[in-house]
């Protein structure tokens, strides 16, 4: 899995009938600390998260393994919102 | 998924037959903005995407998980076309 | 899919017994123009494509998904020889 | 399946339900001597690995193949505590 | 599939129980020259490889293709043993 931060929202008419309902949101990688890495790319939430949260992402066939998701045409999931990171026995990020 | 610009097409003759009657189209993943960034990949198109489109696409066994690409040879698919994004609560991207 | 062209082959005699028979090629991912990126991978053809064509090539467990390779150990696969690329509508490849 | 380093911990309130009773570590790949290479990313623990452990990971569906991750949204395990690695002849790390 | 040089070995002692009895490689991919590129992973052997090698390794799901990986963690096997590679027309590596 990924840390991520959700930077955005899109917002599609034309799509696969399977995504209807579903929100898609734009995520960026983040390193231990919380600190956005890389190029931003799109999960399906399943928590109910928001832009600004950080988060856990699935890729790949795990992500089509929540109830929402299940043989759907995605690639990556919101699987669950961090509340803290903790790196060699510090606490590097605790959500406010 | 990633964003991605839709740049060209492709035309084979010699191909797997599960591949007849698919259009096959160019893009390149994009930035949050829409901004072309990284190689060239070709993804089957589901929704009649046009060059210029931007659109979502879906990599891997995630690709397979729509009717027109159900037990297909390929791994990645175009199945959303973006109307918009909006990034950090101001839209950065709405389809002409 | 990812655009490559064909630049070599490879041969082993000690091989898992599914890969018998198979022609295992060496190819190079291009741009849009079919110009050469990034590092070599090896492929197996199921269209009878030579050192110089340039293929669309497809990874993962989608790779499995011709005839010639269900159940195989195999993660990409050549199924599909390109006549033509076309860019922002011009036709930027033609195979001579 | 990767050479990986852990390097701490991630707490989730708001999780998919399979996610519950799951360690979920922060490791970071290593290169072959164990010095830490790469952005970070997150695995399920399945062997009781802890902080500053040099174990390895395996990605993708076959990150569901443990008894613990099956059917379950995540897309990297630890599935090995490494106890010594040798390269070219030479131990190159043991586990102290 | 990827071309890979065996560079050392892995032992340990805590992992998954379906990892008993198997052998897993530290390798590098190499270009088709056979020269060595980028970060070290680890694969099963299954044709009995050994250290300097130069092979064939195949990673995600179809990893789990052979009889040796069906249904285990793992996401990169060894499933042949390189003799000669061909580029352009040229031979560029023939096994000693």
Same mark, same amino acid.
């Given at each position: 899995?990924?840390?991520?931060?959700?930077?955005?929202?899109?917002?599609s008419?034309?799509?696969?009938?399977?995504?209807?309902?579903?929100?898609?949101?734009?995520?960026?990688?983040? &390193?231990?600390?919380?600190? +956005? *890495?890389?190029?931003p790319?799109?999960?399906?939430?399943? @928590? %109910?998260?928001? =832009?600004?949260?950080l988060?856990?992402?699935c890729?790949?066939?795990?992500?089509?393994?929540?109830?929402?998701?299940? &043989?759907?045409?995605?690639? +990556? *999931?919101?699987m669950?919102?961090?509340?803290s990171?903790? @790196? %060699?026995?510090? =606490?590097?990020?605790?959500?406010?």
């Amino acid at each position: 899995m990924l840390i991520a931060r959700v930077i955005g929202t899109t917002v599609s008419t034309i799509k696969d009938e399977k995504l209807h309902g579903k929100k898609l949101l734009i995520v960026r990688q983040t &390193d231990e600390f919380g600190e +956005a *890495v890389g190029k931003p790319y799109v999960a399906v939430d399943t @928590v %109910d998260a928001g =832009v600004g949260d950080l988060v856990l992402t699935c890729a790949g066939s795990s992500a089509r393994q929540t109830t929402q998701t299940k &043989d759907t045409p995605v690639d +990556a *999931v919101i699987m669950s919102v961090i509340d803290s990171l903790e @790196v %060699d026995g510090k =606490v590097v990020f605790r959500k406010s």
